[in-house]
């Protein structure tokens, strides 16, 4: 279909929690992708503008979710920052899932990439009467990994 445009619900989140890839849906309001390029801009002495080169990227996730006990990412992102967690033991593995971009030939399979993540939590928020609202961020770590991610049987399969 030209011109198709892909909406959020194409796109599908699981945080590996327990040993088992968990949805990060139900409670999250907000899930956003930031590669943040980083840049190097330099001025040669032959030159009026500046040259600008890409030289990595620092990925991040930022997140809003409604603190809901049965969902699994949730409390398990929630437990960083309550429990202060740093190092390996405020790391996830993390899948991104392009529900919009089936594998061929391969039922509940689509285009995935994987992530080693450190978890932010920036607040517990909620005023009087209010569901608690957490928020933070997700930091990628290393290289993103291709691949694909089944969808009925949670696994992840290196492209």
Excluded: W
Excluded at 70 to 77: D, G, R, T, V
Excluded at 88 to 104: G, K, S, T
């Amino acid at each position: 279909m030209a011109n198709e445009t892909i909406q959020r619900h194409q796109l599908a989140d699981y945080l590996m929690v327990g040993g088992t890839y968990e949805l990060m849906g139900a409670g999250f309001s907000t899930l956003d992708e930031n590669p943040t390029a980083q840049v190097d801009t330099k001025t040669y002495v032959n030159d009026k503008s500046s040259t600008s080169v890409i030289k990595g990227y620092q990925t991040q996730f930022a997140y809003t979710s409604d603190l809901i006990k049965s969902e699994k990412a949730i409390m398990a992102l929630y437990e960083v920052g309550r429990n202060q967690l740093t190092g390996a033991d405020a790391q996830f593995d993390y899948i991104r899932v392009e529900l919009f971009n089936p594998v061929v030939g391969k039922e509940n399979t689509f285009k995935a990439r994987k992530f080693k993540v450190t978890c932010e939590v920036a607040s517990f928020a909620g005023a009087g009467g209010e569901t608690v609202v957490v928020s933070g961020n997700l930091y990628a770590i290393g290289k993103i990994v291709e691949g694909e991610f089944n969808t009925v049987t949670k696994a992840f399969t290196e492209a």
